[in-house]
């Protein structure tokens, strides 16, 4: 069976600090990946997406970026915070074909002061 | 680009029936998917529709109209865990890699 994490489960940063995400699917080999920030009261925003190693594309202008090192590994960075990145972050993932839904990660919940 | 709309919150009663609706504006629509989201947690998969009509699934069931651009979700025999968000979203394969837009969700209040 297929599994994803994300770490840490929570983080506190205060603004201008560096942040990095991380997330890995377990038991399927060529996903899309894909992250997400949900902020207060708001949907689910589309940040970036890979359809594989070092291929990442980004769908908002922001300061925050993502690289996929690994087949099975996403992360999302930033050099500096803002007090607007605070957020419920999540990663998913798909099979490139077969599937149709998107399974998401347990999330990352991110309070920059 | 794409623009999807839901009510931003209702509320039921306990056993009763609801009907949570969704519309949507998309170019290169492939599928419409809703989620259900409890506070705090991550989104999980309720239902997929990409054919117009109706797709049953115990408790809850999806409908299409790809030309009208329209989508509900029937949540029946409420209980008080379905109490949470229910997020649509729409593929768009002009975007590539599966990708999908989400509403902003209806946060559902089920009641005694």
């Known amino acids: 069976s297929q599994t994803i994490h994300q770490w840490p489960a929570t983080l506190v940063q205060p603004v201008g600090s560096p942040l990095s995400l991380e997330c890995t699917v377990e038991?399927?080999?060529?996903?899309?990946l894909y992250w997400y920030r949900q902020a207060a009261g708001r949907g689910l925003q589309l940040l970036f997406y890979?359809?594989?190693?070092?291929?990442i594309s980004s769908e908002v202008p922001q300061n925050l970026s993502a690289s996929r090192p690994q087949d099975r590994q996403f992360i999302l960075s930033s050099k500096k915070l803002l007090l607007s990145d605070s957020g419920f972050y999540l990663c998913?993932?798909?099979?490139?074909?077969?599937?149709?839904?998107?399974?998401f990660g347990p999330g990352t919940r991110l309070t920059v002061l | 680009g794409q623009n999807i709309d839901q009510p931003t919150e209702m509320t039921a009663t306990e056993g009763a029936i609801v009907q949570i609706n969704c519309t949507y504006q998309?170019?290169?629509?492939?599928?419409l998917f809703w989620y259900q989201q409890h506070a705090g947690e991550a989104p999980t998969f309720l239902s997929y529709?990409?054919?117009?009509g109706l797709e049953e699934k115990g408790r809850f069931s999806s409908f299409l109209s790809r030309s009208k651009g329209y989508s509900y979700l029937l949540l029946k025999e409420l209980q008080m865990k379905d109490s949470a968000s229910y997020l649509c979203?729409?593929?768009?394969?002009?975007?590539?890699?599966?990708?999908?837009?989400f509403g902003t969700g209806t946060r559902l209040t089920v009641i005694p």
């Open positions: 998913a993932w798909i099979w490139t074909s077969g599937m149709n839904e998107q399974f």
């Open positions: 038991g399927t080999s060529n996903p899309n």
């Open positions: 890979s359809v594989g190693i070092g291929q």
């Open positions: 529709n990409v054919l117009d």
């Open positions: 979203a729409v593929r768009d394969l002009e975007t590539g890699a599966n990708n999908l837009f």
């Open positions: 998309t170019s290169g629509f492939n599928g």
